[in-house]
């Protein structure tokens, strides 16, 4: 069972650029969460998803961020425009139930804005 | 609402001494506590949880952690450190409550461990 996939690895963009980060849950888990890790920082959550609906997107700056979770494929953080600012750690983490006792987490999107 | 505060950025121990990272947290509900380990350029690991059963909770390579209602607290313990223990430790705390903050962790903003030879 393979865990939770995130793709690429690392991701350099230009300002003004568009990011698109690819997050594939733990097979069985419906729930995913998005956090970013700045230097420095503890992860800051972005937001949750299930299947075909963003349940919670509270954290996630209200422009030039989107996320979605289709009913087929991976999960995709969308970041247009890119800004210096944007260069952090991007994190996917997967979860069976809501409840989270334990969520799966994936090694992470490095966006580089150059 | 719910926070953790790590103590102390960088803890460094010599090989064999004990490891003692700290870790308060605030919740207006009964939490659910993890600790997890990162590597360098490496995603999360999970060490250990407190899911409101037994309050000494012990994890991977040794670790555990002690959930304190009183003290608000739940430190992480490993009696001998190890050169593989060199990493960065978050605290993070999840909302039992099922409001609309059910399920999102709240991250400290880590301790980086070093172990020295």
Known sequence: NAGVMQNPRHLVRRRGQEARLRCSPMKGHSHVYWYRQLPEEGLKFMVYLQKENIIDESGMPKERFSAEFPKEGPSILRIQQVVRGDSAAYFCASSIRRENTEAFFGQGTRLTVV | ?117
């Not at chain 2, 991250?107 to 020295?116: A, E, N, P, S, Y």
């Open chain 2, 1 to 117: 609402a719910q926070s953790v505060t790590q103590l102390g950025s960088h803890v460094s121990v010599s090989e064999g001494a004990l490891v003692l990272l700290r870790c308060n947290y605030s919740s207006s509900v009964p939490p659910y506590l993890f600790w997890y380990v990162q590597y360098p350029n490496q995603g999360l690991q999970l060490l250990l949880k407190y899911t409101s059963a037994a309050t000494l909770v012990k994890g991977i390579n040794g670790f555990e952690a002690e959930f304190k209602k009183s003290e608000t607290s739940f430190h992480l313990t490993k009696p001998s450190a190890h050169m593989s223990d060199a990493a960065e430790y978050f605290c993070a705390v999840s909302s039992a409550d099922r409001g609309s903050t059910l399920g999102r962790l709240y991250f400290g903003r880590g301790t980086q461990l070093t172990v020295w030879p």
